[in-house]
C-alpha cells in the first residue's frame, strides 16, 4: 500500500488545516491509521488515529478538542482536519497505515509510511 499524504503548508496561528492521506489500494480500508508529527530535533509523535471502519479514534492531549481524524474507505483517503493551530504545530506531518489496533499508536507499530507534508504555523 502506498500512501500520499496532501495538504500543508504555511498558515497563520488560529487558522485551520486539513491534511489528507490517499492510498493506492481499496485494502487500505482494512488498516488502522494514524497522523503523525516530526518537528526538528524531536521524536516523531502521534497527532491522532482512527480505526479501519472510523467508529474509533484517539487524539494526542495537544490536538484533543480541535482536531477531527476521519475517513472514506470509498475514497481510500483519511482525513486530518485541525483548527486553532499554535505555532508549536509546526511539523512535518506523516500518516501510516498499521496492521494492529492499540492506543495509542506507536511508530514502531506502523506498516505503511506516507510521504511526509510540512506544517508551518508562523504567530
Known amino acids: 500500500v502506498q500512501l500520499q499524504a496532501l495538504g500543508g503548508g504555511l498558515v497563520q496561528a488560529g487558522d485551520s488545516m486539513s491534511l489528507s492521506c490517499v492510498a493506492s489500494a481499496r485494502t487500505f480500508s482494512a488498516y488502522p491509521t494514524g497522523w503523525f508529527r516530526q518537528a526538528p530535533g524531536k521524536e516523531r509523535e502521534l497527532v491522532a488515529q482512527?480505526?479501519?471502519?472510523?467508529?474509533?479514534?484517539y487524539y494526542a492531549d495537544s490536538v484533543k478538542g480541535r482536531s477531527t481524524i476521519s475517513r472514506d474507505n470509498a475514497k481510500n483517503t483519511v482525513y486530518l482536519q485541525m483548527n486553532s493551530l499554535k505555532p508549536e504545530d509546526t511539523a512535518v506531518y506523516y500518516c501510516?497505515?498499521?496492521?494492529?489496533?492499540?492506543?495509542?499508536?506507536?511508530?514502531?507499530?506502523?506498516?505503511?509510511w506516507g510521504n511526509g507534508t510540512q506544517v508551518t504555523v508562523s504567530s
Open positions: 501510516g497505515a498499521s496492521v494492529g489496533w492499540r492506543i495509542p499508536m506507536s511508530s514502531e507499530g506502523i506498516h505503511y
Open positions: 482512527i480505526s479501519w471502519g472510523g467508529g474509533s479514534t
